[in-house]
């Protein structure tokens, strides 16, 4: 993880005069002064307050791309602290949130025309969810920044709206008795925050839900595929020694180019078993039937397995048949059950039961496929 | 469409001789696996649990229990070697980025 936008020039907004107890270091904002979502600063109580914009640039945008795809994903933050949207007083709403930029950028965006206040958590540029499970998103975090951007001082109100997906790390009635805020959970998506904050900090119950559409699924695709570049690197590498090894072995010329293009063709049904393990199994999720994703996996591996062994007919022999029906559920089966991580529904206890059963299946069929694979090139 | 996983599997429990009424298990699941009948909580779709714990972590009296954990095939794999987590690293796509703030 980078700390590097930590240890950058500081600007030191906040001069501590050690308030409640002297504990909290004052916030240094890093390099917030020269970001471009900052539009400006306003006078509080507490000093200055940067002022967010609550439309995305193209660099947003572009951060968003890469770090879909992985890019820098880690050091994709934002310096923790307060900042306001829009015009916001003393008696004005605080909302809490994370230091990942992807989450703060999300939030942002929905906030056009309020006045209000948010306070970043330092999650170690982690989203919500994912934070309150590892508990960098927790009761005592909230509490310390709390105190740290000195908000009993300047919130009239002492109450925090905290997104509902950080209740796994969040404890409200904690929180109140620690620091004397009190805690609303906020909706899950922050495009209904408007709506939840003209409701007088009500949300509906549709609010309350995750969605888990196919949007949301395909979304998460690019950081599967992504995922696959190194074992796909060496698979290729394999299958290139593979058929350089024969070539030698069967005492003919090498030939590069007739290598090369030999290596493609072994290689298809394998790529295409990856892309149908981290696209099309969770593009077509609640489609498939079965409810293990591993299962899921497993069926659309079988599907592709058979569908290629019948296109290519004749031309594949039995073990060349076997290594299709053995690798190719094992990669889609894999890739299903890896995808358990990015869901919204699987629990930890579903997940070990489905390993219990799959691992040993898929290491045995590897296992075995790999040789089919291999005495295929030589039988 | 809400998703469920395997059935019967979950370690969530509720001992509604504890329940204070307060509603906050409901509120924070984002799963609706709970449903306050009058004055007491009680689990209505049990198989929708995701075992995340924010339940547990919200309810005063000490009602509910859960193993809390994340269902990660891939971070119990990396346990399964101990190999030091990497989740939430550049590897992983546990994250809703969209749905959350």
Known sequence: MSEEQFNLPMVDNHQSDSCCTGEEAALSYGNAAEANWVTGQIETAVGPVYCIATTLKRRDMLGSIKARWGVGRMSYTVPPGLYAVGNPDQSSPVLVSANYKLSFDSLRRELSGLNLWILVLDTKGINVWCAAGKGTFSTEEVVRMVNAARLPEMASKKTLIIPQLSAPGVSAFEVKRRCGFKVIFGPVRAADIPAFLKAGNRADPAMRRTHFNLLDRLILTPVELTALAKPLAAFILFLFLLNLVSVLFAGNAIQTASLVSQTLSDLAPFLAAMLIGAVFVPTLLPYIPGRALSWKGLVLGLIWAATYSRLLGSEAGLLQTASYFLIIPVITAFLGMNFTGATTYTSLSGVVKEMKVALPLIVAAAGLGLIALVAAYFI | ?101
Not at chain 2, 14 to 28: M, P
Not at chain 2, 84 to 95: F, I, L, R
Request: glycine share 8%; proline share 3%; aromatic share 6%.
């Open chain 2, 1 to 101: 469409m809400k998703f469920r996983y395997l059935k019967n599997v979950v370690t969530l429990e509720l001992d509604q001789s504890k329940c204070n009424g307060c509603g906050l298990c409901n509120e924070v699941c984002p799963q609706q696996v709970f449903a306050l009948n009058g004055k007491v909580s009680s689990i209505t779709d049990r198989d929708a649990c995701l075992e995340c714990g924010a339940c547990v972590r919200n309810c005063a009296p000490g009602a509910i229990s859960v193993r809390p954990g994340v269902g990660c095939a891939y971070a119990v794999l990396m346990d399964m070697f101990n190999i030091k987590s990497k989740c939430c690293g550049d590897a992983c796509g546990c994250s809703l980025d969209d749905i959350e703030y």
